[in-house]
């Protein structure tokens, strides 16, 4: 769980949203009302585009085995979501849906933790990505497979909203959701100030993130629930259908999109020991911090 | 590989040949660019075992996804990063 220990200002708006909170930055604080009505309005449409949770969303009624038409804006979506899968191999797949239903994460995480008991169905590999075929506005998720597109549609959201928000307004943006953050306009003179860290007792740095610049920071820490006596977490490897093994406790990733580097955050938790090569190779500013608390930093400024 | 994934690449080569000759102030955007192949190729427990049947790597291969310079903050943070 990220602990957001950072204040409300003026120049700040921060509400709940997604079982995290979000965090609104401006350049000028004055359109900060104006700003959250944009963003608040894309937000409930991406929610109810693809959440798993809501089952009237438009992901839930594609889920059917069939040729379906879908939105622009699942279609959207998805294909990030594809997109993501291919270019990491499948490590952020997004049909570890029913995996992470399997394990008891098939609700709201609020209402997770508030469950007596969780009974764990059986453990299987994810479907696959390739499963799931995108040809226009015509999606077919085959009979069986729920997807989860967690992994990507909330930093897709992240930079849809900054943009939106820089395009109307005419401002520097950051818009913060949970650990996805993506920035838009013109920011700050030395850049957007980012405290990097997860957990209250995890070393936290600040690092300054150029205006047009996204970070994300994915996690073996957050989301995590207790089911049949075994905690979990919400990072699935699918190729065995369950969450990744803690090598990691963190992984945060800069990228010029924010859909960049939760792809590669993610991927590299899946990674595991491979992580740090992984990221070297495409030459991502990474800090990947294990689980005994040292810090290993990629193109990234020393603390 | 795309001729945009190879012009990114070899742009990305041109770089890491800058810092080490010390033409950039940060060797920050060097890349591995000849480790490449070779990790994805070995792949090591993740790639080769991740790779469903007919998964083709050759999307994962070329993708080298741009990224900003990051530098040192120096004053009160704006946002957060952390899991979520």
Redesign the interface.
């Given at each position: 769980?990220?602990?957001?220990?950072?204040p409300t200002s003026d120049s700040?708006s921060v509400w709940p949203v997604w079982?995290?909170s979000a965090?609104l930055?401006l350049t000028e604080p004055g359109l900060l009302p104006a700003a959250r009505v944009l963003v608040d309005k894309e937000l409930s449409a991406v929610e109810h585009a693809c959440s798993r949770f809501l089952p009237d969303s438009e992901i839930r009624r594609a889920e059917a085995g069939v040729v379906v038409r879908i939105s622009p804006l699942l279609r959207e979506l998805v294909a990030t979501a594809l997109l993501a899968a291919?270019?990491?191999?499948?490590?952020v797949d997004p049909t570890v849906g029913g995996c992470l239903d399997r394990l008891g994460y098939d609700r709201d995480l609020r209402l997770v933790l508030a469950r007596d008991r969780i009974v764990t169905a059986e453990i299987v590999p994810a479907p696959?990505w390739?499963s799931v075929q995108l040809d226009g506005d015509r999606l077919t998720v085959p009979s069986g497979v729920r997807l989860d597109l967690g992994a990507t549609a909330?930093a897709w959201a992240a930079d849809r909203c900054a943009h939106l928000v820089a395009d109307r307004l005419h401002c520097g943006v950051?818009v913060?959701?949970?650990?996805?953050?993506a920035t838009a306009g013109g920011g700050?003179l030395?850049?957007?100030?980012?405290?990097?860290?997860?957990?209250p007792e995890d070393p936290a740095?600040?690092?300054?993130?150029?205006s047009?610049?996204a970070?994300?920071?994915?996690?073996?820490?957050?989301?995590r629930w207790t089911a049949d006596g075994a905690t979990h977490h919400h990072v699935v490897?699918?190729?065995v259908g369950q969450p990744v093994p803690g090598h990691w406790r963190?992984i945060?990733v800069?990228?010029?999109?924010c859909v960049?580097a939760n792809?590669?955050s993610t991927a590299a938790l899946?990674?595991?020991?491979?992580a740090v090569?992984?990221l070297?190779?495409?030459?991502?500013?990474a800090r990947l911090l294990d689980q005994d608390g040292r810090v290993t930093r990629l193109?990234?400024?020393?603390? | 590989m795309r001729t945009a994934d190879r012009a990114r690449r070899a742009a990305?080569a041109l770089t890491a040949a800058l810092a080490a000759a010390g033409l950039l102030g940060t060797?920050?955007?060097?890349?591995?660019?000849a480790?490449?192949d070779a990790?994805?190729a070995g792949?090591?427990?993740?790639?080769a075992?991740?790779?469903?049947d007919?998964?083709d790597?050759s999307?994962?291969e070329g993708?080298?996804?741009?990224?900003?310079?990051?530098?040192?903050?120096?004053?009160?943070?704006?946002?957060?990063?952390?899991?979520?």
């Open positions: 769980m990220m602990v957001d220990r950072l700040a079982g995290t965090r930055v291919e270019r990491t191999a499948g490590a696959g390739r909330k950051l913060a959701l949970g650990g996805d953050i700050p030395h850049g957007w100030q980012v405290l990097v860290q997860d957990m740095e600040v690092v300054s993130l150029p047009g610049g970070v994300a920071t994915s996690s073996t820490r957050s989301r490897d699918p190729r963190s945060t800069a990228a010029d999109t960049d792809t590669m899946v990674r595991g020991a491979m090569d992984w070297r190779a495409r030459g991502a500013p193109y990234w400024p020393a603390a | 990305r060797a920050g955007v060097a890349v591995a660019a480790n490449q990790l994805t792949a090591g427990p993740g790639t075992a991740q790779a469903q007919g998964d790597d999307a994962e993708w080298l996804p741009s990224a900003p310079q990051i530098f040192g903050g120096f004053a009160a943070p704006h946002a957060q990063t952390g899991g979520s």
